[in-house]
């Protein structure tokens, strides 16, 4: 069965630094998603994205965030200088035409020191 | 703005029928979902009911929605050790990339 998979399992890294979380969407599929969860709260939504370009963002997604689809296959979220509140658990999701089944993948955990 | 609440925990004896309840605001909520999260691992999709139904049964699970009160429930028949997890209630409005909205999750513990 198709699985969104995410890559990597646990990234840790210093308050300041950049990094890239990444993600294979379900091949077949149109739309793209990431999801936050800070540790003991809700699963918030960060970002949409469908035919190369943002569709919407939530107010989380500050200009020290942005996605990319760089060669059709991969969707990236990257950070580019983290702060101590950005650690929490990072999910993606893809949906397909005509559904709105998104699916999730295993996250990533981020720790920011 | 958007917002769904459930209770936090829930404790059910083996063999025994969970129901976990949730409530939404958003009165242009299309779909109504259940995520179940294990330890560690990512969101797996349950079930969805469209705000048109009432019911929708599948297996030991059967979802209920009463969309006046904006009230959603999740039974979960015959309960088994493998079904403790936390239980994500969520909402959308349907739109076909439109975000989900979910509840802080009920963490459902099996006695045995």
């Known amino acids: 069965e198709p699985e969104v998979t995410q890559t990597p399992s646990h990234q840790v890294t210093q308050m300041g630094q950049e990094v890239i979380l990444r993600c294979v969407p379900i091949?077949?599929?149109?739309?793209f998603y990431w999801y936050r969860q800070i540790l003991g709260q809700k699963v918030e939504f960060l970002v949409s994205f469908y035919n190369n370009e943002i569709s919407e963002k939530s107010e989380i997604f500050d200009d020290q965030f942005s996605v990319e689809r760089p060669d059709g296959s991969n969707f990236t979220l990257k950070i580019r200088s983290t702060k101590l509140e950005d650690s929490a658990m990072y999910f993606c999701?893809?949906?397909?035409?005509?559904?709105?089944?998104?699916?999730f993948g295993p996250g990533t955990r981020l720790t920011v020191l | 703005g958007e917002d769904v609440e459930q209770s936090l925990f829930l404790s059910v004896r083996e063999g025994d029928s969970s129901v976990i309840n949730c409530t939404y605001t958003d009165s242009s909520s299309t779909y109504l979902y259940w995520y179940k999260q294990e330890p560690g691992a990512g969101l797996q999709l349950l079930t969805y009911?469209?705000?048109?139904?009432d019911m929708k049964q599948d297996q030991r699970l059967t979802v209920l929605l009463n969309k006046k009160d904006k009230h959603l429930s999740l039974r979960i028949a015959d309960t088994q050790t493998g079904d403790s997890a936390i239980y994500f209630c969520?909402?959308?409005?349907?739109?076909?990339?439109?975000?989900?909205?979910f509840g802080k999750g009920t963490r459902l513990h099996i006695l045995p």
């Open positions: 091949s077949n599929h149109l739309y």
């Open positions: 009911i469209f705000s048109n139904m």
């Open positions: 969520a909402e959308s409005s349907g739109n076909r990339d439109d975000k989900i909205i």
């Open positions: 999701a893809s949906s397909g035409r005509g559904t709105n089944e998104q699916f």
